[in-house]
């Protein structure tokens, strides 16, 4: 009689591969967040991958602080890191496992289906099944690209990777639906089925949990087709990444007197705002987490958008702090050097007695993509 396998000397079942793109300011992080929390729930072992042209980033320590497994990829997009997207997926597998695993790339980035999820499938198809490519879309981000309404907005290069990556995306995902009344909503709906004909586009608020259940659905039961890559200009995509401005920044605040850790991001990010409107440039996300050193795991989170928007706390402190860790991640279309006097002015306008000292400070604007694969 054959022995039959044990279940620890069975094949693994091939563990699902999510990736959420979308441009700076769209929300993935809080996408990815709720998609862990789904899949958490519904009995999956998950693991995150976070990404970043640079290191010390926010998403990694939010998602972290809600007890998820992450591996993050510093230094360059999955693109370019593919080696390293790889490696951070085994890591996870030793450790936790995955069935599912969920990526979120760098928001300046496009193309990931001809350098990413088509070499993925090519070079590890007994590893994984791949799900249809979600880009998520900040609509009056959208709204103000395309023309429908004022306000601030990017040059065309960069507008060009913007449009890029929802030439590529299966679904098309409108997130924040909640801060668009009905003839907007509309308005985005028709120009993205005029511009992007015979996509899916779904409708989502990640933060309200609205329309979640039928964009869950998409991701984790269905399989990306295959057809031709898109065409890139990457002359065009490399300009367009070069105008944008990146930095990093990691601050030790401390104090004799118990100080609002909340309303010191506020102020910090109001600080940043009024610094670089003077310049016109153009915030495309800034995200920021204060974190206390008593070792309670009281971290607070404020996110901005766009330069004429209000700064929001997705994630807020529930006690004073006298010491915390302030990092900062600040992405614009500006030279960084702006970048870093409006953090580094921001930092000397912190109310007494508030102190601070910069441990680690990185600005710099993307290197040229150039992809480890790319399949056509």
Not at 176 to 192: N, S
Request: charged residues 25%.
């Amino acid at each position: 009689m054959t022995p039959q396998p044990r279940p620890s000397d069975a094949t693994p079942s091939p563990a699902r591969y999510i990736m959420i793109g979308g441009f700076l300011g769209a929300g993935k992080t809080t996408a990815v967040s709720r998609l862990a929390q789904h899949l958490r729930a519904r009995g999956d072992r998950v693991g995150l991958i976070t990404n970043d042209q640079g290191s010390h980033l926010v998403d990694t320590a939010m998602l972290a602080s809600r007890g998820f497994p992450v591996e993050e990829i510093a230094g360059g997009c999955f693109c370019c890191r593919f080696n390293s997207l790889t490696e951070a997926a085994r890591k996870l597998s030793e450790a936790t496992r995955p069935e599912v695993f969920v990526a979120e790339p760098v928001g300046s980035c496009t193309d990931l289906v001809a350098t990413v999820t088509y070499p993925l499938r090519r070079l590890y198809g007994d590893r994984f099944t791949i799900a249809p490519l979600s880009v998520l879309i900040d609509p009056v981000r959208a709204l103000r690209l395309f023309g429908l309404e004022p306000g601030g907005r990017f040059t065309e290069k960069v507008a060009y990777i913007y449009r890029k990556q929802l030439e590529e995306a299966d679904l098309l995902v409108i997130n924040k639906v909640d801060l668009l009344e009905a003839p907007r909503r509309e308005a985005l709906l028709r120009r993205l089925g005029e511009e992007f004909p015979g996509k899916k586009i779904l409708e989502i608020s990640a933060r309200e949990g609205t329309g979640l259940e039928a964009w869950f659905n998409e991701i984790t039961s269905g399989t990306q087709s295959v057809h031709p890559s898109m065409s890139v200009d990457y002359d065009v995509y490399a300009e367009g990444e070069a105008l944008l401005g990146w930095l990093n920044a990691t601050l030790r605040l401390r104090s004799p007197e118990p100080f609002d850790g909340n309303q010191v991001l506020r102020d910090f990010a109001a600080g940043i705002q009024g610094r670089l409107a003077p310049d016109g440039v153009e915030i495309a996300h800034l995200k920021m987490t204060l974190d206390a050193e008593d070792g309670l795991g009281d971290l607070a989170v404020l996110n901005l958008v766009r330069s004429d928007y209000i700064a929001e706390l997705s994630q807020s402190a529930s006690e004073p702090m006298g010491a915390a860790e302030l990092v900062v991640n600040l992405r614009a279309e500006g030279a960084p050097g702006l970048l870093e006097a409006a953090v580094r002015e921001a930092a000397a306008r912190l109310p007494a007695p508030i102190q601070s000292v910069t441990e680690h400070l990185e600005h710099f604007r993307p290197g040229r993509p150039v992809p480890t694969h790319r399949i056509p």
